[in-house]
């Protein structure tokens, strides 16, 4: 049986062609295709959705689109931005979830839209932007998890969050299985409160680094799930696969592992009723919300690990 998504790498990679980010980024974020994985443009937009989905038991994190800035300004308003988002999820009201005592609202963050890519002194500019924004979620009780990119920049990233742990113990970080490193960061990375957040991977990646057939980055979550599920961290299992959903309910029940030990995740938009349904069996449940108007590295992603995707958002280029 063949498993590799033939149009995955072709949408990943004509994602990168400047026409069609300029044809496509005419779609207003209002359309249906967009809305549907996007929380809205504003912050507005974005604390109504919190709103709704804190209301319905489960949990956020919120990711201000954006990513690959070259431009300090932009970097330095992305922090801006985040430290407005952090004090208006600190204000929403948070509704008791039985047996879960972790802070129901955390922001996700990419250090290559704090800085990471400049060209002179990026990550270290990255790093201190990063502690800015821990500096202010600490005060507010709010969680900051920081997203992976691609391969390039993950040796980087994960000195940053080295770095900033001694500081901020709850700070997390996301590895992708897909990557034939994970496994060994996460045994490195599964000790006391520490907070890993692990999917599989949205980038296109060369086969040197990453495993490209589906069952193997299955297989390889799979293990990285078992190694941080045994370990005396804090594991997020993020994956809308039904295999590892299931997978981390039979470690964590082997393990003793309570909901308020580890926790489900899956994106805005995507198996709305299999996240209601885990919320409502106990499990804690945390869906990532992102908003703003850089969308289209994120919506690209998103479409290519579903190509049925792409029929809704070539209907909408067409109507727009
Ligand atoms: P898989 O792709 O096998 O999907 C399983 C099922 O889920 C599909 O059959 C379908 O039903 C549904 N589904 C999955 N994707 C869908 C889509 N786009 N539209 C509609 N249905 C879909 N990646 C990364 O590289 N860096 C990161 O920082 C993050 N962060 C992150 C946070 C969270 C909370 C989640 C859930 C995911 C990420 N990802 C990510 C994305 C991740 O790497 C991966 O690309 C997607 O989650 C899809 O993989 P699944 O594990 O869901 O399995």
């Avoid at 202010?136 to 900051?144: T, Y």
Wanted: charged share 25%.
């Amino acid at each position: 049986m063949i498993d590799v998504n033939p149009l995955r790498p072709l949408i990943l990679a004509a994602a990168e062609s400047p026409r069609l980010k300029r044809a496509l980024t005419g779609i207003p974020v209002t359309a249906d295709i967009v809305r549907r994985f996007v929380a809205g443009e504003t912050r507005i937009d974005l604390i109504g959705v919190a709103r709704t989905l804190l209301n319905s038991g489960r949990m956020v994190s919120v990711d201000f689109l954006g990513e690959n800035t070259t431009d300090r300004n932009q970097a330095d308003a992305t922090v801006a931005e985040y430290l407005s988002l952090i004090n208006d999820l600190a204000a929403l009201d948070r509704p008791a979830l039985p047996g879960i005592a972790v802070p129901p609202v955390e922001v996700s963050v990419k250090l290559s839209a704090l800085g990471q890519a400049l060209p002179v002194d990026g990550p270290a500019i990255a790093t201190e932007n990063l502690r800015i924004l821990c500096t202010k979620a600490a005060q507010a009780d709010v969680w900051v998890t920081v997203d992976a990119e691609d391969h390039t920049t993950t040796a980087a990233t994960l000195a940053t969050v080295r770095e900033l742990r001694g500081e901020f113990p709850w700070l997390g970080a996301v590895l992708q299985a897909y990557l034939h490193r994970t496994e060994t960061d996460c045994r490195e990375l599964a000790g006391p409160g520490s907070r890993i957040r692990l999917c599989k991977g949205a980038y296109r990646e060369p086969p040197e680094v990453a495993f490209q057939r589906a069952s193997e980055v299955t297989d390889s979550y799979l293990r990285c799930l078992e190694v941080l599920m045994r370990g005396e961290g804090y594991p997020m299992v993020a994956s809308h696969d039904p295999v590892p959903i299931a997978a981390a309910a039979d470690l964590a029940a082997e393990s003793g592992r309570g909901p308020d030990r580890f926790e489900y995740q899956m994106l805005y938009g995507i198996r709305d009723a299999e996240q209601l349904r885990l919320a409502a069996a106990g499990s804690a449940v945390r869906v990532y919300v992102p908003y703003g108007s850089q969308w289209y590295g994120y919506l690209t992603r998103r479409l290519a690990e579903r190509p049925a995707n792409l029929a809704f958002f070539l209907r909408a280029l067409v109507s727009k």
